[in-house]
């Protein structure tokens, strides 16, 4: 399980509560059992399809009615030394040994998938049982149904066509079996059982959800309610088919995946059958579910850039203007530096206040020199740095750099992994690394160290991969070690 994913898990799981949330207070009470059923299995398919949708830009700017081309815009660029790529031999990782969220990432991952997979030897252990009960029992096919004889301490239950009766629960009359068919026969005639599946599996995916659980139990409840108005009756009948409820009342559960004739709210389907319906405009209360997923849609998609004009790209505030308007370099503010002088970082960055430049450059060479002063902070062993830019739009651009330096990390041990013939010395090795034991990181010596490897001709250029592994950290000198090793490939 990976990063993305376990967001995935938490914004679904957030969309749905939100979802719960107005159906408790909302519509919960109210005799739309149709309705409420279709909101519910919407919940449920929004807050798993919602997550996945991204909002282009322009859509954005229309549903926000605010351009967000007109707000300062902050950009986190991590350091370039963290960004492994095969297609350079400039390349720098960490080692995943040395971050502790991979191991949480990991320890997560494991119990999630035990989890899922306890879940789905569950949900087949009952299909397994249901699917015993029907070979094992007497079958009798009546239209498009089959009535399966058992003698399970359960009046009736249905699943999909399949409708199990216990002719001898309670001495039940004749009148009364037919009427415990009849609504049997509806939960098969609009499918409830399959919305009982749906859930099931979306429950393996989130196991961990109590909110999936208090979904299913209420689609349970809509789908009695649903069942018991079409079989109820008028007047004297559903007196008599109220009673009929109390009298089979019983605690012995139905099978996970069965909607079952009797159930713990029984109480509660008593009260549904006698109470007064709903009126027709409160059906108005369902398309609450519209901006509830819009306003959640907007507060977590990511915003999607692939529409947008290349020529915008560059520029950090993402200003559709003309490309040859002339724009000026404003005040320049460095925050949080104390390792280099604002002075001195200002002369790195190589710009000036009332520097012009046109519109279409301004923006990627803002970025390419704050490249340069991270550098210059990798050069001088602050592996752990970076440099957050706050750009404030306008005929001059201003420009705020608040640096995190973090602690200067110093080679503690170097060594070199290597693989293939091995034919290559270790003296031979070093002589070509120019990063010793001892020295301040630096990304400079680390770059002419590969390339020096990758110029030797006896090694693959792309397994040329230095690793860095944090090790102690020394809290009077604000410093940490870092090993460094050079995993090569010999060709």
């Known amino acids: 399980m990976n990063a993305q994913f376990l967001t995935y898990l938490i914004e679904s799981s957030v969309y749905l509560l939100f979802f719960l949330v107005v159906y408790r207070f909302t519509i919960s009470k109210l005799t739309h059992f149709t309705w409420m059923r279709g909101y519910l299995l919407s ?55 040395s971050n502790p969220l991979i191991f949480i990432l990991a320890g997560l991952s494991i119990i999630y998938i035990l989890g899922a997979i306890y879940k789905t030897v569950l949900l087949f252990g009952n299909i397994n049982k249901i699917l015993n009960l029907i070979e094992k029992n007497g079958k009798k096919k009546e239209g498009s149904y ?6 399970i301490e359960l009046p009736a ?31 098969a005639k609009q499918w409830h059982t399959l919305d009982i599946m749906f859930v099931e599996f979306i429950s393996v995916i989130f196991w961990f959800n109590p909110l999936i659980r208090y979904t299913k139990t209420k689609l349970q409840e809509i789908h009695e309610f649903i069942a018991d108005e079409e079989t109820a009756g008028q007047g004297e009948m559903k007196k008599n088919y109220a009673q009929l409820l109390f009298n089979l009342a019983t605690e012995k559960k139905s099978f996970n995946l069965m909607t079952g004739f009797s159930s713990k709210q029984i109480n509660n389907r008593i009260l549904m059958v006698t109470k007064e319906r709903s009126i027709r405009l409160s059906k108005l209360l369902f398309i609450l579910i519209l901006p509830v997923a ?25 200003v559709a203007t003309d490309q040859n308007q002339i724009q000026r370099i404003g005040n320049i503010k460095w925050v949080n530096n104390s390792a280099f002088s604002s002075e001195e ?57 608040t640096v ?28 070509l690394i120019t990063i010793y034991s001892g020295d301040w990181f630096s990304k400079t010596k680390i770059v002419e160290s590969v390339r020096n490897l990758s110029m030797s001709g006896k090694f693959i250029p792309d397994s040329i991969k230095p690793s860095i592994i944090p090790g102690k950290i020394n809290i009077g000198e604000n410093t940490v070690n870092v090993d460094l090793v050079f995993n090569l490939t010999e060709k």
């Open 404 to 431: 995190f330096e973090g602690q200067r990390g110093k080679i503690g041990t170097l060594k070199i992994a290597f693989k293939g013939k091995k034919t290559v010395t270790g003296a031979e090795i070093t002589k």
């Open 157 to 187: 239950f249905s699943f999909f066509n399949f409708i199990f009766i216990n002719k001898d629960f309670k001495n039940l009359t004749n009148d009364d079996i037919l009427r415990i068919k009849n609504h049997e026969i509806i939960h």
């Open 43 to 97: 919940s449920l398919v929004l807050s798993t399809v919602l997550p996945f949708v991204k909002i282009p830009t322009h859509w954005a700017k229309s549903i926000i009615g605010l351009s967000v081309d007109n707000v300062p815009f902050q950009i986190n660029v991590l350091n370039p030394y963290l960004t492994n790529t095969s297609k350079t031999a400039e390349s720098v990782q960490i080692a995943p040994s």
């Open 294 to 318: 819009l306003i959640l849609l907007l507060s977590f998609s990511y915003i999607n850039t692939t529409d947008i004009d290349k020529t915008t790209m560059p520029q950090i505030s993402g």
């Open 345 to 401: 970082l200002s002369k790195v960055l190589g710009l000036n206040k009332g520097d012009k430049f046109s519109s279409k450059e301004i923006g990627p060479l803002i970025l390419a020199r704050k490249e340069v002063v991270s550098d210059y902070y990798l050069d001088r062993g602050y592996l752990f740095s970076h440099i957050d830019l706050f750009s404030m739009m306008g005929q001059d651009r201003d420009l705020t750099f």
């Open 146 to 151: 089959v009535l399966v004889a058992t003698d």
